[in-house]
Each structure stands twice: as C-alpha cells, then as structure tokens.
C-alpha cells in the first residue's frame, strides 16, 4: 500500500479513522499502539511497555542541510503493522518541502520486513522525524 502525506489536521482524523477501523476490525483489546522512539527521547521511552520492542528507529536516507537552514521540521509517521508483521498502511504529515517528504518516503519503507508477526493483533505504529540545521 502507497505512503500518503497529509496536513496536519488530515492526519489527527486518519490517525483516529484508522484506529476505530483497527477496533472494529481486531477488538479493543487487540490494538496494540506502540512508538519508534527518535533517539533523543529514547532513554525516556524506554520505560514505556508502549516502545515497539525489536525495531529500531531508522534514521534519514538523506539529511538536506542546504535547505534546512533557519528550518525545524518535524514530521509525524504512523505505520499499520498487520499481524503477519506487514505494513498495510503509511501516513505522515507532509513537510511541505518535496525534498523532506520524499525522504520521509524512502525511510519509512525500510521498516518493511522489520517487524516480527504477532498472531491476532493489529499494530498502530507511531514515529518521528526531525529535520533542522544544526
């Protein structure tokens, strides 16, 4: 299934249209909503029983320091995890900038394949990106 960019507000509602589609489809009590830490909040979300174990923030294929200048640039990924471990959906907000959300795209399909099967539960997966001059 494609990625898809939206606007902030777009993606509050998908995120909450998803995960009711998500109960409806899997029961309340077999959504699992887990994070991908960014590195700096790691050491805060490693206490959370939230942070998907196994599966390590991957970083930028790219990091555009030419145009991030005066920039700060985050951008919100959500990622539906079927219970065979496949992604089934990509939503992030879109930077507005070409250039970042193409990279956002080329990152987030490298988390294809590296999550473990999880027999009857559905996971909605949450991350960050952040993109600045320094």
Known sequence: MPSVALDPEAYTQEFANIYSELVAKCGADNVVRLTIPHPEEELVSQISE????????????????????????????????????????RRFVSSNLAIIDGIILQTIDLYEGKFEPLPGKCRLVTTKYKFSDN
């Open 50 to 89: 939230s942070v998907a174990g196994g599966v390590v923030w991957i970083a930028p294929v790219y990091l555009p320091k030419d145009i991030l200048t005066g920039l700060e640039i985050i951008v919100p990924v959500t990622l539906v995890v079927d219970s065979d471990g496949t992604i089934s959906r």
